[in-house]
């Protein structure tokens, strides 16, 4: 998936976590057509997008949970023509007598076409696929709705769905695209919570504060940071440098974002002296067998785990009295908002931070708007 939706709960996004987790694990109860469509898709997110495992299991589990609506879909369907035909059973004797006679034709053919078996067998795959129209993609995201999903859970989903439908319509696997039909339900765009500069050099002087003793770990959090809001990064970019994607000649380092596309970011001096330490002082006590080129190494020498970056952020940020509970994307809006503010361009910051659009840099504009908002409010005589 792209940035385009950042504002959602962290609550939403451990729910939907959970939630795709367990759909993943569904994969296997799929029926055969269905199955093997999501290995080919799959196969087509990572060899011919080359997206990231995250967005490689966020489209697979939403496809899953499109693809089992359409089975459930079938089963009702099956369900209620088989209590049709019982009804249509009950009928008067000259119908049971057409009935039987009408089997014993059937046995018959049966034997003297056993090929028939198998053509019937995969039009049933075929027509399991065939039957993803633009009613079970409405009826999907109305069930989803009606487990209490968010606009932008929905938004997504519905994204998904539609680069599953295009794909398979190119490739043959449905007929038409009925994903071209299907009008999601517009976002509710939440501000994100940024901190203010002052938050900021606060929290970073407390990382600091723990590195006095150059302790190793300590010295691995105050370079992590440090170089989140230096740069921007995404904690899974920063996760994922080595050691030569570090330059202090030029002060910037090459990281690999969404998409596999590369960009450089610099960084300035007070982030220079965290990576310095780091690496001559702590990286050398945790490296093991195991480090490799990984430039961030966790407690046992293996590279850094998304994971305990965000921990170390959030312990940061807990330290500033009055500050919102943010972690690394917190920093990066916190970082992009305060350049916006600053005087930066848009053009610049969406480079920084590997924006695939625009529109997606000038979310952060609301931020610097409403805030310039709130300080007339509060600070201009006649404000109100």
């Known amino acids: 998936m792209t940035d385009s939706s950042p504002w959602r709960s962290v609550a939403d996004m451990a729910a939907d976590r959970s939630t795709r987790r367990s759909l993943l694990r569904s994969r296997d109860e799929l029926p055969t057509a269905s199955a093997e469509a999501v290995d080919a898709f799959e196969r087509h997110l990572r060899l011919e ?11 697979l589990g939403d496809v899953v949970s499109l693809l089992s609506h359409l089975a459930n879909t079938h089963k009702t369907d099956a369900t209620a023509g088989k209590a049709a035909s019982s009804a249509g059973r009950t009928g008067g004797l000259a119908g049971k007598i057409d009935e039987s006679a ?14 028939g078996k198998i053509d019937d067998a995969a039009d049933g795959l075929a027509g399991e696929i065939a039957g993803l129209d633009l009613v079970v993609l409405r009826s999907w995201l109305a069930a989803l709705r009606a487990e209490g999903r968010s606009r932008s859970t929905l938004a997504r989903r519905s994204a998904a769905a539609r680069t599953f439908t295009a794909w398979a319509a190119r490739n043959g696997v449905l007929s038409t695209d009925p994903g071209q039909r299907l009008v999601a339900p517009r976002q509710h765009r939440n501000l ?23 302790d190793p770990v300590a010295l691995r959090d105050q370079a992590v940071v440090e170089l989140l809001y230096a740069t921007g990064v995404r904690v899974s970019e920063l996760c994922g440098l080595d050691v030569d994607d570090v330059d202090y000649s030029r002060r910037v380092i090459r990281v690999l974002g969404k998409g596999r ?8 001096i007070p982030a220079e002296r965290a990576l310095r330490r780091w690496q001559e002082l702590g990286r050398p006590r945790l490296f093991s067998a195991g480090s490799g080129a990984a430039f961030f190494l966790g407690s046992r020498g293996g590279r850094l785990d998304p994971r305990t970056a965000r921990r170390t952020v959030h312990d940061a940020v807990g330290t500033v009295s009055g ?13 992009a908002t305060h350049l916006l503010e600053g005087g930066a361009d848009l053009r610049s910051v969406q480079e920084l931070l590997g924006h695939a659009t625009l529109a997606t840099t000038q979310l952060y504009t609301h931020v610097t708007v409403e805030r310039l908002k709130a300080i007339h409010d509060q600070t201009h005589p006649r404000s109100r």
């Open 102 to 115: 009408s089997r014993t034709d059937d046995r018959a053919g049966r034997t003297d076409d056993p090929a």
């Open 323 to 335: 500050a919102a509970d943010i972690g690394p994307h917190g920093l990066r809006h916190s970082a």
């Open 261 to 268: 596309r590369e960009r450089t970011v610099p960084f300035g």
């Open 49 to 59: 997008r080359n997206l990231s495992e995250h967005s490689v299991r966020a489209y």
């Open 192 to 214: 994100p919570a940024v901190l203010r500069p002052e938050q900021v050099a606060e929290a970073l002087s407390a990382a600091a504060l723990g590195a006095e003793q150059a």
